[in-house]
């Protein structure tokens, strides 16, 4: 499993204390909605890109490259 850490700025975190107090949405609720967008594009970038990210693309221009 990978652990990974975000940083928000004080300015995000006071705009996200507003929001959570208006739309009287926890700001946990919040951060978990756009962190799951954020995850979701991610893998919809890898999708309609599959061969950019693949393994094996990497290593046949890694091998063409050791050849010259």
Do not use: G, V, Y
């Amino acid at each position: 499993m990978i652990t990974r850490t975000f940083s928000i700025t004080i300015e995000q975190s006071k705009s996200l204390r507003e929001l959570s107090q208006i739309t009287e949405i926890p700001q946990s609720a919040l951060i978990r909605k756009a962190l799951e967008n954020l995850l979701n594009k991610k893998e919809e970038i890898m999708e309609s890109n599959r061969e950019l990210f693949s393994f094996e693309k990497r290593n046949r221009s890694r091998r063409q490259d050791s050849r010259r």
